[in-house]
């Protein structure tokens, strides 16, 4: 091991916290450091290279240091790195709203609130949608409905939102009232008091991520939508992981023609380069927090608006046009689709796959164990417990979806063996 490998995991193991992480286990071992990327592809301390299987925790969208996203964040920073959205507006920040819009009909979702990561976009739409029924003359509706296993981020509202028990349980009743339903069917049996006191329904569009890839039926996006209009409860639409191509549409909600009340979005939004995050809404929950000053919405964050994260998300949505993304990545999907169904082992218990997203799920106890193995066969990613998530870059090319699926194979074969 290089000397200065050897000195940044020293330093990592005295003084990091990570995230998700049993520090007591991952002190045992000594972490991959990673320090390059190019394309699909990142590049550890010891000069090993790997393919970015999870896209950077489900963030890259065209690739690492991408010519065209890394110019946007120079030229911008020849201007300004950070200008504050607290009182002043801001070139990029102007654009990137009016193309972010420019992705829905006309008239549907016409106003955007950045904010810095999934979670924050989730806590602006839950306080949106809380205060906007302070102000529309029904206050007792603070509750929401979420679905069962989903994860939302981990800020104490999001958290409040999650149900995912290991994560979330502990601080439930720190958090905001929510009622969990297994699903559509569940919705429709819930007693009308308990919709009474809710203002808004919160889903992961398409497929539940940290649920192990857990796609939802087909049109029940559609069905929620003409539920949440039926009994006037918002729909706040969660495309942090769905968000930018992922699904094979811009966004999960496009496969349905759903328009949600709140969209946010966060991940991808900089194509995996920068943290920033939007809260898309409707001129109808915009307009009741004009009016008297206390109407207004006294939230924000010190980094929001970045005018280098603009610069880079603008330079995202240009790259998907000019590179024609969505439309090479038809091909791409059904070609993962007939790798994934290739992937014969008996230690593959189920295949779930929606667009470019993918999870692998393994018999008991062999995730990590997987994953591991993946890394000699040049492939980098994450389990969620034994579900293998595969989600490339949507840049990968088809060369590289072969080898990260064969790397997938040689590393069962070699745990099972
Ligand atoms: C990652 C994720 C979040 C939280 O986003 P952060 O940027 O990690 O705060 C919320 N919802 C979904 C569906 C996610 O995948």
């Given at each position: ?80 790195a950070h200008t504050s959205y607290l009182g002043f507006a801001n070139p990029l920040a102007s654009e990137l709203a009016e ?46 409905i979420a679905f069962e296993q989903a994860y939302h981020g981990d800020t104490m509202g999001a958290a409040s939102l999650g ?255």
């Amino acid at each position: 091991m290089r000397e200065d490998t050897r000195r940044w995991i020293e330093a990592d193991k005295k003084h990091c916290w990570h995230p998700f992480t049993p520090q007591g286990i991952w002190e045992q071992g000594d972490p991959l450091v990673l320090t390059r990327g190019e394309g699909a592809w990142l590049w550890d301390s010891e000069g090993r290279k790997y393919l970015d299987g999870n896209s950077s925790i489900w963030t890259n969208i065209h690739g690492h240091h991408q010519p065209a996203l890394d110019a946007a964040i120079t030229r911008q920073l020849a201007a300004v790195a950070h200008t504050s959205y607290l009182g002043f507006a801001n070139p990029l920040a102007s654009e990137l709203a009016e193309r972010l819009c420019g992705l829905f009909p006309g008239g549907t979702l016409e106003r955007v609130f950045f904010s810095d990561d999934g979670s924050t976009a989730i806590e602006c739409a839950m306080k949106m949608a809380i205060q906007y029924r302070q102000q529309t003359g029904e206050p007792e509706r603070i509750g929401f409905i979420a679905f069962e296993q989903a994860y939302h981020g981990d800020t104490m509202g999001a958290a409040s939102l999650g149900g995912v028990a290991r994560f979330h349980e502990r601080f439930r009743k720190h958090g905001t009232p929510v009622t969990f339903v297994t699903g559509i069917e569940a919705l429709r049996h819930l007693p009308s008091e308990a919709i009474r006191q809710s203002c808004a329904v919160v889903i992961e569009p398409l497929i539940q991520g940290v649920n192990e890839m857990r796609p939802w039926p087909k049109g029940m996006l559609c069905e929620l939508r003409a539920w949440c209009d039926a009994h006037e409860v918002h729909l706040i639409l969660d495309e942090v992981m769905t968000g930018f191509g992922r699904t094979g549409k811009m966004f999960a909600c496009h496969h349905e023609e759903v328009i949600p009340d709140f969209l946010c979005v966060a991940k991808g939004l900089t194509g995996g380069y920068m943290p920033m995050a939007a809260t898309l809404t409707t001129g109808e929950v915009y307009d009741a927090f004009l009016g008297p000053a206390e109407n207004a919405f006294y939230y924000g964050h010190s980094y929001t608006a970045n005018p280098l994260g603009c610069a880079v998300a603008l330079a995202s949505l240009e790259v998907f046009e000019t590179e024609r993304t969505l439309e090479k990545l038809e091909p791409k999907i059904s070609l993962l689709a007939e790798l994934l169904g290739d992937l014969k082992h008996p230690a593959v218990k189920a295949v779930r796959q929606c667009g470019f997203v993918a999870g692998i799920e393994l018999a008991e106890g062999l995730g990590t164990k997987a994953c591991l193995a993946m890394r000699e066969h040049g492939l980098l990613t994450r389990p969620i417990r034994d579900t293998v998530v595969l989600m490339l870059p949507l840049c990968t090319t088809e060369e590289e979806i072969r080898m990260a699926v064969s790397a997938i194979g040689e590393a069962l074969a070699r745990v099972t063996a």
